[in-house]
């Protein structure tokens, strides 16, 4: 079926600096997503980004977060600077439409140290 | 605001035996809500989605039905696998927002032994 790629599958960064995870959503997809879940904790929505713009965050995507796509490549989300409780695993997931199933990746687990 | 609530965070059954894994939501709206099975080292998978004209969503033996009244989207199935040990989440698509986004529940741990 369909996948979401994530590159890479674990990260781990020092306190402050700059962190870049990619995702390669399905081919074809207009809708974009990431959720972040610390462990043992639920997954929860970070963003969505439709049309080259962000078109929702929650509260937990603070100001040093950032999304793009740019030229239909990899969906980013830029953390800088990292701090510790950003330590989480991020998903990306990506879906055809409004009402369409949403594909998940395989998650990235982040490590801030 | 919308929220989903998985009770149990590990269910742990005999091969053969049925299962029953709990959802309940609170929404302002009527939701669609949605089962997702994640396996070991895959990403979560779409498993069921509930209907809205009441019919019973089933997939690779697994079936849940949305009950309003109660605010439940139990997944049932009669005989457990082994194969069916896995994460599962219970999630709602939130329609007061734009866009996709989907709230999900804690998840319950299912572990099938022999």
């Known amino acids: 079926g369909p996948k979401v790629l994530q590159i890479p599958s674990h990260q781990i960064i020092d306190m402050g600096q700059m962190v870049t995870l990619n995702c390669d959503p399905v081919?074809?997809?207009?809708?974009f997503y990431w959720y972040k879940q610390i462990l043992g904790q639920q997954m929860e929505f970070l963003v969505n980004?439709?049309?080259?713009?962000?078109?929702?965050k929650s509260k937990l995507f603070k100001d040093q977060f950032s999304v793009e796509r740019p030229d239909g490549s990899y969906f980013t989300l830029k953390i800088q600077p990292t701090a510790l409780e950003d330590s989480a695993v991020y998903f990306c997931?990506?879906?055809?439409?409004?009402?369409?199933?949403?594909?998940f990746g395989k998650g990235t687990r982040l490590t801030v140290v | 605001g919308d929220s989903v609530t998985q009770t149990e965070g590990l269910v742990t059954l005999t091969e053969g035996l049925p299962v029953m894994l709990n959802c309940t939501y609170q929404s302002t709206y009527s939701p669609f809500l949605f089962w997702y099975v994640q396996h070991l080292n895959e990403a979560p998978k779409l498993l069921l989605k509930?209907?809205?004209?009441?019919k019973r969503p089933e997939h690779q033996g697994f079936h849940a039905t949305l009950h309003k009244s109660s605010s439940s989207f139990h997944l049932q199935k009669s005989s457990a696998q082994l194969s069916d040990s896995a994460l599962y989440y219970c999630?709602?698509?939130?329609?007061?927002?734009?866009?996709?986004?989907?709230?999900f529940g804690i998840g319950t741990l299912l572990s099938v032994k022999p």
């Open positions: 980004f439709y049309n080259g713009k962000v078109m929702e």
């Open positions: 997931a990506s879906s055809s439409g409004q009402g369409a199933e949403v594909f």
């Open positions: 509930s209907f809205t004209d009441n």
């Open positions: 999630a709602l698509r939130d329609y007061g927002s734009s866009g996709n986004k989907l709230i």
């Open positions: 081919s074809n997809h207009l809708y």
